[in-house]
């Protein structure tokens, strides 16, 4: 069979193309690695080999983190990406240096809003905001996440490029066809949190429900979380996303307290958390101490060993939170816990008092609501000193139960005898939850809503003296008893310095200058003289 001959221009064909081919090949193999030398230059995001390949300031090649192998160029420790294009600047992406308040107080607000301030070339701040906020400080809010028992609800109001009537949807990621899991439009007059023009979005947490629009559940020894992903997303006229315009991606989240820990320091402030992705949902709470007569105790007052007092907490019944039980106390000499050089004494544990515990009578808490609030006390506890200060701290553990659930019984005597007996039985202990704790006291960092308090009761053992931070401290009793043991030391000292004065007076008496005792000195007879004449 014969070949037809291949014309020239059929041949200089076949050889661009190979050659294109060619050149295609080389360029991938030099990407994946078999010459690592090859100066391939990578912006930020691209694939890379070595940091030679990196060609913006202040980046490195590393680790992509997707588990494939695979590394990107990334900005290097302490400096932050940003796009040039939101200041105006049509330029590739940047590797600006981090700014803190420390540093640069033009900061502060950029901190404040959740933002990222960096240095740029000029030297100039700029606050790098995150998806949820926009704004030079970043200041203006977009995503505003409000929870109830059952629903969480997203608030959004719309970014610059955002526009929901050319063809923008916002809905929970992965059910944008879904009407339950897609937003609605607020309408003017609706009387509701979020503003008419907004865009709103109902989440339900119910069981039962929440699957439907994607909310996943996590539940920890902490607290338990509700979580969904939102998109807003362009689509063309054929119902089709558009991928040529970047959507706006943001995570949301309702969390809810499970077990807090409280610390009695004479008064405490509940805090209520929030952000703009979303709400952790913790009961308003304050703490106090009273007397035995449920008069208040005024802060910084100083306590002596005996006196009784009782320790309150007061809840709010906001629809949320229905109740508490109070699992595990412990007295120590710091106010942070744990605390490896603090002296600690246990006083309750799994919602009863410690056995052996000299004072376990009165660590039974009484529960009483009062219109719309949950008051729970203690005994009226005798009050004791640590060996080691006079600053005496109460941490205790509260186990919180929601709405419907009836998980945080009062606990007295009874049951607490019943606990006792089934634990011996098992031999180990039969409340694992107790271990759950959100450590909230009043002295966490301080936000907008919270108050860093930092006293704590005093006590004073009059039985001996006390010394904190080198100052001799006593009671008014105490005063008194140590001015009179001065007085009577003072007094023998005057008569020991008298009797030591007489006893040298007489010694000086007897002995002469050389040492040699004097001559006895003896008074001559008076005579009788009469006046007789010779």
């Not at 294009?85 to 107080?105: F, H, P």
């Not at 205790?396 to 945080?408: E, P, Q, T």
């Amino acid at each position: 069979m014969l070949r037809r001959p291949i014309g020239i221009g059929r041949f200089i064909a076949v050889v661009a193309a190979a050659s294109i081919l060619g050149a295609a090949w080389l360029t991938q193999h030099t990407v994946e690695g078999q010459d690592p030398n090859a100066p391939v230059p990578a912006l930020l995001g691209d694939l890379c080999l070595n940091d030679t390949q990196c060609t913006v300031a202040n980046s490195a090649c590393v680790e992509s983190g997707d588990n494939t192998g695979t590394k990107r160029c990334r900005c290097v420790s302490g400096f932050y990406q940003y796009d040039p294009m939101s200041i105006g600047k049509k330029e590739d992406l940047k590797c600006g240096k981090i700014q803190t308040t420390a540093v640069n107080q033009q900061c502060s607000a950029c901190e404040e809003n959740q933002g990222t301030c960096i240095q740029l070339d000029d030297g100039k701040t700029f606050c790098q905001c995150p998806i949820s906020r926009t704004g030079i400080d970043c200041s203006e809010v977009h995503v505003n996440v409000s929870c109830s028992m059952d629903n969480m609800t997203i608030c959004y109001s719309r970014h610059p490029q955002v526009n929901f009537t050319d063809g923008w949807k916002m809905f929970a990621s992965g059910h944008s066809l879904t009407a339950q899991c897609r937003s609605t439009t607020v309408p003017a007059g609706s009387g509701g949190t979020c503003a008419a023009g907004n865009e709103q979005l109902t989440l339900s947490l119910n069981a039962t429900e929440m699957s439907e629009c994607g909310t996943t559940s996590i539940e920890n020894s902490r607290n338990k979380r509700y979580m969904n992903k939102i998109e807003i997303q362009k689509f063309d006229s054929t119902g089709q996303a558009n991928d040529s315009v970047l959507p706006v991606v943001f995570n949301t989240y309702c969390s809810y307290t499970a077990y807090q820990d409280e610390t009695f320091v004479g008064i405490g402030v509940g805090r209520v958390n929030g952000n703009d992705q979303g709400t952790q949902v913790n009961p308003q709470i304050t703490i106090s101490v009273t007397d035995q007569f449920d008069r208040k105790i005024a802060q910084g007052a100083t306590l002596i060993v005996g006196d009784r007092v009782k320790f309150v907490i007061n809840m709010t019944m906001d629809g949320t939170y229905a109740s508490l039980q109070v699992m595990r106390c412990t007295a120590s000499t710091s106010a942070v816990m744990p605390d490896s050089t603090a002296e600690t004494r246990a006083l309750m544990d799994k919602g009863c008092p410690v056995p052996g515990e000299s004072t376990g009578p009165y660590w039974y808490w009484t529960p009483t609501n009062v219109n719309n609030y949950m008051i729970v006390k203690s005994g009226a506890i005798p009050i004791f000193k640590l060996s080691s200060s006079n600053n005496v701290y109460l941490h205790c553990a509260l186990k919180l139960c929601m709405v419907g659930d009836d998980s945080c019984p009062a606990m007295n005597q009874t049951t607490c005898a019943a606990m006792t007996n089934t634990r011996r039985r098992r031999d180990a202990g039969s409340l694992a939850q107790d271990e759950r704790s959100v450590v909230m006291t009043s002295r966490q960092k301080r936000d907008t809503s919270s108050v860093d308090v930092q006293t704590s009761l005093r006590v004073e053992d009059l039985s001996s003296q006390s010394v904190n931070n080198g100052n001799m401290e006593v009671g008014s009793r105490g005063f008194i008893v140590l001015l009179v043991i001065l007085a009577i030391i003072a007094f023998a000292l005057v008569i020991a310095v008298v009797f030591v004065v007489v006893r040298v007076k007489k010694r000086q008496k007897t002995v002469s200058d050389s040492g040699e005792p004097r001559p006895q000195l003896f008074a001559l007879p008076r005579i009788a003289r009469t006046h007789e004449r010779f």
